[in-house]
């Protein structure tokens, strides 16, 4: 509460000629919280945050960034603003640290370098020619570039693709130590799981409109927020647990997985039926995000008949 807004965007439209890309999207991005905004593929996420970063124009509604139009006071804004490229044009033949060094010169009130060195993890590679990094160490040197000059806001897009699940979880810990300094992100990520991990609130587009919207357990508590998977030889019935696939196995979404699972025990108690492998699972950010791409799917191919 009472945290100030540093991103708002309020009814975007972006149009490619006749093709609009995103309706009428609105959100917002409070100091020191991860917005994470998700989507399928070609959902609008890059072109919204091309607004966000002033290189593009709304064809309709409004964005502010710290208060003001970001394509038209990008000065203004630039100074509390960091974005992460992808592999910023570092040249291979220098190291590390002459990276920062020389990029340090282009940026005002910048971090000393064993600061930013430190913050991003790539002590052990100070010394280490640019070329010879490892996926994970370059993108955490892209990193580095983008908060040097100690950013309050870090536009994030896809910041561990490629990366393995190592790499990835490290580049999660140094993300998470600038968050608790107090810096707000925006990020677009595929991963859902890094989603789960990193943000506060989430936005799930697809094709151009927001259609889950909230903090990530209200997310995922507004979609059937368990599933109790079992199997019995039994055939279990059709208003105790659904239907089952092959006629053994059971999946059961579940609001209310204590009713659920008590009528589901009542019923093998009064049948004599073993349950067996019985699993309740909280759903994640990931089965929210699948059950949206169905529901996507559904709408295009009943439109299509
Ligand atoms: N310059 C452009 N001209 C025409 N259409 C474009 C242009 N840029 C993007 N689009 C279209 O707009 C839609 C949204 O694209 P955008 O790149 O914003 O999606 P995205 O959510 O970032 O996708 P992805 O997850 O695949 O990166 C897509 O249908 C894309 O083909």
Known sequence: MGRETVVEVDGLRIDYGSFVAVHGLSFTVRAG???????????????????LEGYRRPSAGSVRVFGVDPAQQREKIAPRVGIM???????????????????????????????????????????????????????????????LGRPELLFLDEPTTGLDPQARRRTWR?????????MAILLTTHYMEEAQYLADRVAIMDRGRIVRHGSVGEVIGADHGSTVTFVSEAPVPVEVAGVSEDGRHYALSSTDPQADLHRLLDWAHRAGARISELEVRRNSLEDVFLRVADEADLAVTAKEH
């Open 33 to 51: 919280e991860v917005f994470g905004l998700l989507g399928t593929n070609g959902a609008g996420k890059t072109s919204t945050m091309d607004v």
């Open 85 to 147: 490229l992808q592999e910023a044009g570092f040249f291979d033949d220098l190291t590390v640290v002459e990276s920062i060094r020389a990029w340090r010169r282009f940026t005002a009130d910048a971090m000393p370098i064993d600061e930013v060195i430190d913050l991003v993890d790539l002590g052990k590679v100070g010394n280490t020619r640019v070329g010879k990094l490892s996926g994970g160490e370059r993108r955490r040197l892209d990193l580095a570039l983008a908060v």
């Open 174 to 182: 140094v993300l998470e130590n600038m968050v608790a300094g107090g």
